[in-house]
């Protein structure tokens, strides 16, 4: 996705219900299927318990620093059909499963995948992130 | 004879009366070194094949090669650990370990290409071996501590209180001679102690021999350690020779930082694309975006594939223990969770995946406080550094669920009652004997049935390198192929000697024929000599093709290794050879496996690889539609009657009886092995000549 494209994305503000609602842990029937893929022990699967462990599996780093630091090296493959529905039936999360559908037209290799969809969840992890922060920032102070 | 490579003897160590002797190299100097070295000691030596691992006459071997301590690249770190295992299920097969660093060099540097080690001591000891003279230790002050602080511990009391560049006189004897050197180690920690199955023997940070258990095969010795320190040197029948091989190979086929043939497209992935342009630093694959480091690599390497990192956590990790556990998405907590990993001695590859496979039970209510596993770890913060430092620990020290783990985690899962239902859903991958899923055994076949035929997952990358990950991550890239599919077949085909390139053939069919399987048997024979015997390190070795060395890239293997063999020993060897010496090895193994019990039956995978399609792309030469391309291996299973059927054939090619699966007394013969067969007939366990 280049940087004109990437500034055309916009997601409405969410909710504090709606963040907790995104980032709650899942259960066994609600995971989702990674595939870690490395030279020192091959394809492992990884089953996915929370966006944020996806933002980590797939990118490779702590989910509400995924700006700052970019991803890591490590292929991380996705069904991404699979990803865009449980991004949207478990998650929640319907407008960030539109435009990760959206983004993925035409990006038919991992690394082209992976530019395509990091600027959206980047936007949307802050989003997210801005939500909690102020949530925190307005609960009482420990006497 | 040779003129090179060896020293000359080999300590044998009998911890139950505490006697030392040398054996002669020359006595066991047509096994190359090695592994065929540790096999031929282990016959000898092991009259009873049948018993345990944690019989006290179970003999454990640390090999070096003629390679050892030489400048040969890649191929001077090495030392190879054999013996009866603990860890393989149904039976723990006699079988093999390895691991880097700098150990086999510092025994050569003693005066000794390796060390057999026999029975069990009634109190902790270690081996103390400087130069010629061996004593047994008391280890009680060792007994307890983790594996860094135990090789400190060494450290200062063989070489006091030196800093790294100084200078000592390791004996107070007249021209015992200086060093720099710190002795070198390899010990066992808290799992070893604790007879766990999955315990490994750790060397220098993070050099793990992990296959096997034999770190809780040396914690039922009461053997802590064994440290070696010498100040001679390895004999080179063509010095001059070696050192010209040497700068050769490393200006033909290294990696130039200053100028790389090869360069990854895409710097974020440079770990990844490491695997097909070798770049220094690239083996911890999960380390390569954040944190400060510079490569390191053992002894003698070229190539120097790991990184120390500027925490000082996960030094000398370099492969499959950097993805112990990541799931909090920091760095340092990856680093701190496998340095943990490494200083309690368990084996990563027992453990890697164990603590995903839990969570699933977890979370399907099966596992946890009061749940049909119980267990109080904090399975609610799976993601937290607390949870991999309380897991491992339980692991090593066999509180709460660490009591079933530390028997491994197939142990575990079998007496839990999970064993059938989750290796036929792939809730746990798990193939054959025990191990975890490495490369996808319904596909890269030669890796699976190499697995299945010896005693355990092979572990060598030659191959896959080239057929897998080239193609994978060209692919991931978006790169073309770096060579076209039947152009890789035909040169590995032409590199190993094998001369079809349909044994590099991975589509449905392909996986099945006489090709395939003498594609299999060349493997198996290559790397039980040039890799196990002479010490060639994995992720060097074979090189068949080469993606640094130019337009042609043309690979060093199989030019190389015989002229670095010929300069070290003086020995003329041919690449055939060599091949022979590999499979009398392999043979003489497999005679050890069939007399402690294998039959035909008992090769057969778990059910998954039968019944469940793969679903992730998974690139692979293969003739589909009569042309060559890198198929992507979807919704491929393994056949079982077409399997049955090519494990017979494989047997008949290996000069087995094909019903049995048994080496018979022809082949064993003809391969110089008649005492084996005496050995096998007397156990009611000779394959039938013809059948």
């Known amino acids: ?39 020192g022990i091959g394809n492992t699967r990884v089953e996915v318990y929370s966006f944020p462990q996806l933002v980590n599996v797939l990118f490779g780093t702590k989910w509400d620093r995924l700006a700052p630091e970019g991803s890591k090296a490590t292929l991380a493959w996705v069904d991404t059909d699979s990803l865009c529905r449980w991004l949207h039936d478990v998650v929640g999360d319907t407008e960030l499963a539109d435009a990760v559908r959206a983004s993925l037209e035409g990006a038919d290799y991992f690394k082209a995948q992976v530019d395509a969809m990091l600027p959206l969840f980047r936007e949307r992890v802050a989003q997210y992130r801005t939500v909690l922060d102020d949530v925190a920032d307005a609960a009482p102070a420990a006497p | ?129 400087v130069n010629d003279t061996v004593t047994i230790e008391d280890a009680s002050g060792l007994w307890g501590l983790n594996t860094h602080e135990t090789q400190e511990e060494i450290w200062a009391l063989v070489a006091g209180d030196k800093s790294v560049s100084d200078w000592w006189e390791i004996s107070s004897s007249r021209d015992g001679g200086r060093t720099t050197q ?17 315990a490994c023997l750790i060397h220098d940070a993070g050099n793990g021999g992990g296959q096997g258990g034999f770190g809780g095969i040396l914690g039922a010795k009461n053997l802590k350690a064994i440290s070696f320190i010498g100040t001679g040197s390895v004999p080179i029948a063509d010095p001059a020779g070696l050192a010209d091989l040497r700068l050769e190979i490393q200006d033909r086929f290294g990696y130039n930082v200053d100028n790389p043939t090869l360069e990854t497209p895409v710097p974020a992935l440079s770990g990844m694309y490491g695997l097909i342009n070798g770049s220094p630093g690239y083996g911890p694959i999960m380390w390569t975006a954040a944190g400060a480091g ?39 907590d990856q680093l701190a969770a496998v340095t943990l990993l490494d200083q309690v001695g368990t084996n990563v590859y027992d453990m890697v995946d164990a603590h995903p496979y839990l969570l699933n039970l977890y979370k399907m209510g099966v596992l946890g406080p009061g749940k049909a596993i119980p267990s109080d770890l904090p399975w609610d913060r799976y993601d937290s550094p607390e949870f991999i430092e309380a897991f491992t620990l339980a692991v090593a020290n066999r509180t709460d669920i660490g009591a079933d783990l530390a028997d491994g985690l197939t142990r575990a899962v079998i007496k839990w009652g999970r064993w059938e239902e989750d290796t036929t859903s792939g809730l746990l991958p798990r193939p054959q004997w025990g191990f975890p899923e490495h490369y996808d055994p319904r596909l890269e076949v030669e890796w699976s049935y190499g697995s299945l035929f010896g005693d355990r997952d092979i572990n060598e990358h030659g191959i896959n390198w080239l057929v897998h990950w080239m193609p994978t991550v060209t692919a991931a890239v978006g790169q073309a192929p770096l060579m076209p599919a039947e152009e890789l077949a035909t040169r590995i085909a032409e590199g190993t000697g094998v001369g079809d390139p349909k044994g590099w053939d991975y589509s449905a069919e392909g996986i099945y024929t006489d090709a395939k399987a003498k594609a299999v048997a060349w493997h198996r024979h290559y790397t039980r000599f040039w890799k196990q015997s002479i010490g ?45 010496l590999g499979r009398k090895i392999w043979n003489l193994d497999r005679a050890i496996w069939v007399l402690q019990g294998r039959t035909r039956e008992m090769e057969v995978y778990t059910n998954y690889v039968y019944d469940k399609p793969t679903d992730v792309p998974y690139f692979l030469p293969a003739i589909e539609n ?23 054939r494989f047997y008949k ?20 092995l008649s005492e084996v067969a005496d050995a096998l007939d007397g156990a009611g366990k000779l394959g039938a000549d013809g059948a």
């Open chain 2, 536 to 580: 060639m390190c994995d992720w060097a070795w074979p090189m068949l093709i080469n993606f640094n060395a130019g337009d042609d890239y043309d690979g060093a293997t199989p030019t190389y290794e015989p002229l670095l063999f010929k300069a070290v020993t003086g020995t003329d060897m041919t690449w055939e050879q060599s091949l022979e």
């Open chain 2, 294 to 332: 510079r490569p390191q690599g053992c002894m003698g390497c070229f190539k120097n594939c790991r990184i120390n990192t500027e925490s000082g956590l996960g030094n000398g990790d370099q492969c499959v223990e950097g993805l112990y556990w990541s799931a909090s998405g920091e760095l340092i």
């Open chain 1, 1 to 39: 996705m280049t940087e004109a494209s990437e500034a055309q994305v916009r997601f409405d503000a969410p909710s504090l219900e709606f963040v907790q609602h995104a980032i709650r842990e899942l259960g066994f029937e609600e995971r989702f299927t990674v595939t870690k893929m490395s030279g």
């Open chain 2, 1 to 129: 004879m040779a003129i090179g490579g060896y020293v000359g003897k080999i300590l044998y160590v009998n911890l139950t009366d505490k006697s030392t002797k040398e054996i002669p190299t020359a006595d066991y100097e047509e096994w190359g070194g090695g592994h065929g070295m540790g096999s031929a000691l282990f016959w000898d030596l092991v009259p009873d094949k049948t018993i345990d691992g944690f019989d006290p006459d179970n003999l454990v071997t640390f090999m070096a090669s003629p390679f050892s301590g030489t400048l040969v690249p890649s191929s001077s770190g090495r030392t190879e650990v054999q013996g009866i295992g603990v860890q393989q299920y149904p039976i723990a097969w006699f079988t093999r370990s390895n691991f880097g660093g700098r150990f086999s060099g510092q025994m050569k540097f003693a005066g000794w290409d390796g060390i057999a080690v026999q029975g069990k001591s009634e109190t902790p000891v270690w081996i103390n071996v």
């Open chain 2, 626 to 648: 009569g042309e060559w391309g890198y198929s992507i291996c979807l919704g491929r299973t393994l056949d079982r009657e077409k399997f049955d059927d090519f494990k017979t």
């Open chain 2, 182 to 198: 710190k002795p070198a180690v390899v010990c066992i920690g808290p799992a070893g102690e604790n007879l766990n199955r999955n």
């Open chain 2, 653 to 672: 090619l290996e000069g087995w009886d094909s019903t049995t699966g048994w080496p018979t007394r022809a082949g064993l013969s003809e391969l110089g």
